[in-house]
Structure formats: structure tokens, C-alpha cells
């Protein structure tokens, strides 16, 4: 749980220093709810500090991953 409110943090302050560099989380399975995954989604997505997770695992990260750059 400590590394999904390292992660939200680190979006966070990025997000302030220059919102238009889009902060990304990469893992392995999605976090579920009892783990931060509410928290996570709270602050994921366009405008907000986390621009997307992605999981490694997923056969369309590369392509997710270009579509944010």
C-alpha cells in the first residue's frame, strides 16, 4: 500500500512543477480497491496528476504508452 502513496505523492508534486508532462505508473495487475486502486483512480486521468496506469502485462501498453507521448 506504502508504494501506491509514494506513487500518488511523486504525481503529485510533478503535476505542480509542470502539469503539462504527463506522469505515468507502471505495474503489474491493476491495484484493487483494499490495496489504493480508489485512491489511484481518484487522481488518474487527462488533467490530473497520474495520466495513466499501465499494466506491463497488457498485450497494448506500447501502444498506450505512445499514445501519451
Known amino acids: 500500500l506504502e508504494y501506491v502513496w509514494r506513487a500518488i505523492a511523486k504525481a503529485a508534486v ?3 512543477a509542470d ?3 504527463p ?3 507502471l505495474t ?3 491495484p484493487q480497491a483494499a ?3 480508489k485512491a ?3 487522481v488518474t486521468g487527462k488533467g490530473r496528476p497520474i495520466a ?3 499494466d506491463l502485462l497488457d ?3 506500447v501502444e498506450r504508452l505512445r499514445s501519451l507521448a
Open 52 to 54: 495513466a496506469v499501465l
Open 35 to 37: 490495496t489504493g486502486g
Open 23 to 25: 506522469f505515468v505508473v
Open 59 to 61: 498485450d497494448a501498453v
Open 28 to 30: 503489474i495487475g491493476q
Open 19 to 21: 502539469p503539462r508532462t
Open 14 to 16: 510533478s503535476h505542480e
Open 40 to 42: 489511484i483512480d481518484a
